[in-house]
């Protein structure tokens, strides 16, 4: 396959246009924040390249994008989700309900969730246990479960400094949010030994059942304003950390290596989060990132299987290509990920 190596300008952030050509001769896409970028590179690629129109690119978050995926099959309906987690059980079948049966799902690498905040401001060191500590709704303080008394990051650990706690974390409709409340949030809750209070307060017929109210209450977060929920992408956090110095912010990794004149990264458990980090799995808060294809639009709607391809082609997410530039990690896997895509092997099943 022939590639044009796109400039550093060609990388920018910037989504393609959403504005849809009056026939449906644009694949078009929706979803993750974190995946945006990515997506956004490889479709102006992708126009240059091929001899299809440039796919319309749109965000809006994983929940939102699976979502519309969902809707059913037509030209009405959206080509491709992006997500930062996989497709959920209940995703799947809201799928299949409206005739969504063929879906193809496509990883593209992995990436990290960082916590930065203003170049200027404080460093940290973080562990799950300190920012369960910070945002949770209820901690544990002498053996009982009490509100959040903790208003200042001295308070959570006094090895930090005496600055008023103020987090910036995606809302509850990117895939980001579910990966930092199960990672970070859930982890903290049980190294604290709060789960296991949780658990024996939980309410529920089956142990699995009780298990699960546990988790969600968890991962419950405080709502007295220390802990801001963005529905917004990581712009909307970044402005928010440059009108509040002291804040702390929620980012994809590839987001912050591309804003280190504005933001500076905490470890999380003693690991600086990096592409190499990542990588080997030593840096504890990363995920693999996917997009997904409605099998029964291609030969349908121009150029749909051929952007998948193109997308997971080794000169595009290959860890020479522009997405490892911009700060994905490359799979180690992608000549798999290359012939389930040629092939259109679907989920659940291989035709």
Same mark, same amino acid.
């Given at each position: 396959?022939?590639?044009?190596?796109?400039?550093?300008?060609?990388?920018?952030?910037?989504?393609?246009?959403?504005?849809?050509?009056?026939?449906?001769?644009?694949?078009?896409?929706?979803?993750?924040?974190?995946?945006?970028?990515?997506?956004?590179?490889?479709?102006?690629?992708?126009?240059?390249?091929?001899?299809?129109?440039?796919?319309?690119?749109?965000?809006?978050?994983?929940?939102?994008?699976?979502?519309?995926?969902?809707?059913?099959?037509?030209?009405?309906?959206?080509?491709?989700?992006?997500?930062?987690? @996989?497709? $959920?059980? +209940?995703?799947?079948?809201?799928?299949?309900?409206?005739?969504? =049966? /063929?879906?193809?799902? #496509?990883? *593209?690498?992995?990436?990290?969730?960082?916590?930065?905040?203003?170049?200027?401001?404080?460093?940290?060191?973080?562990?799950?246990?300190?920012?369960?500590?910070?945002?949770?709704?209820?901690?544990?303080?002498?053996?009982?479960?009490?509100?959040?008394?903790?208003?200042?990051?001295?308070?959570?650990?006094?090895?930090?400094?005496?600055?008023?706690?103020?987090?910036?974390?995606?809302?509850?409709?990117?895939?980001?949010?579910?990966?930092?409340?199960?990672?970070?949030?859930?982890?903290?809750?049980?190294?604290?030994?709060?789960?296991?209070?949780?658990?024996?307060?939980?309410?529920?017929?089956?142990? @699995?059942? $009780?298990? +699960?109210?546990?988790?969600?209450?968890?991962?419950?977060?405080? =709502? /007295?304003?220390?802990? #801001?929920? *963005?529905?917004?992408?990581?712009?909307?956090?970044?402005?928010?950390?440059?009108?509040?110095?002291?804040?702390?912010?929620?980012?994809?990794?590839?987001?912050?290596?591309?804003?280190?004149?504005?933001?500076?990264?905490?470890?999380?458990?003693?690991?600086?989060?990096?592409?190499?980090?990542?990588?080997?799995?030593?840096?504890?808060?990363?995920?693999?990132?996917?997009?997904?294809?409605?099998?029964?639009?291609?030969?349908?709607?121009?150029?749909?299987?051929?952007?998948?391809?193109?997308?997971?082609?080794?000169?595009?997410?290959?860890?020479?290509?522009?997405?490892?530039?911009?700060?994905?990690?490359?799979?180690?896997?992608?000549?798999?990920?290359?012939?389930?895509?040629?092939?259109?092997?679907?989920?659940?099943?291989?035709?």
């Amino acid at each position: 396959m022939s590639f044009v190596k796109l400039t550093a300008s060609a990388l920018a952030i910037s989504a393609v246009s959403a504005t849809a050509a009056a026939a449906r001769d644009q694949v078009q896409v929706a979803g993750s924040s974190t995946v945006l970028p990515y997506a956004s590179i490889v479709a102006e690629a992708f126009g240059e390249n091929f001899d299809f129109p440039t796919p319309v690119v749109e965000s809006g978050g994983s929940s939102a994008g699976l979502k519309r995926f969902c809707e059913g099959v037509g030209e009405n309906t959206i080509d491709v989700a992006n997500a930062s987690r @996989k497709i $959920k059980d +209940k995703e799947l079948k809201a799928c299949a309900e409206n005739g969504v =049966t /063929d879906i193809i799902e #496509v990883r *593209i690498g992995y990436d990290g969730i960082v916590f930065a905040s203003d170049i200027n401001a404080n460093g940290y060191e973080y562990t799950p246990t300190d920012w369960f500590l910070a945002l949770s709704d209820k901690i544990l303080v002498d053996g009982q479960l009490v509100d959040n008394p903790n208003q200042t990051w001295a308070d959570v650990n006094a090895s930090f400094p005496a600055v008023d706690i103020q987090a910036f974390v995606p809302g509850t409709k990117h895939g980001t949010r579910e990966v930092f409340e199960d990672k970070v949030i859930l982890a903290g809750c049980e190294a604290t030994g709060a789960f296991e209070h949780l658990l024996a307060q939980a309410e529920g017929d089956t142990d @699995k059942a $009780k298990h +699960k109210a546990a988790e969600k209450a968890c991962i419950a977060l405080r =709502t /007295d304003g220390k802990s #801001v929920d *963005i529905d917004g992408d990581y712009t909307e956090t970044l402005a928010r950390i440059e009108s509040n110095k002291d804040g702390i912010g929620v980012f994809g990794l590839a987001f912050y290596e591309n804003n280190t004149d504005k933001l500076q990264v905490a470890t999380m458990s003693g690991i600086v989060p990096s592409t190499e980090s990542i990588a080997t799995g030593e840096y504890p808060v990363s995920r693999p990132l996917f997009f997904y294809v409605k099998k029964a639009h291609i030969g349908v709607i121009p150029g749909l299987k051929e952007y998948a391809e193109f997308f997971v082609a080794d000169e595009v997410a290959g860890e020479d290509g522009p997405l490892a530039e911009y700060g994905l990690v490359s799979d180690p896997e992608l000549e798999g990920t290359q012939e389930a895509v040629a092939n259109e092997d679907v989920m659940g099943g291989n035709s």
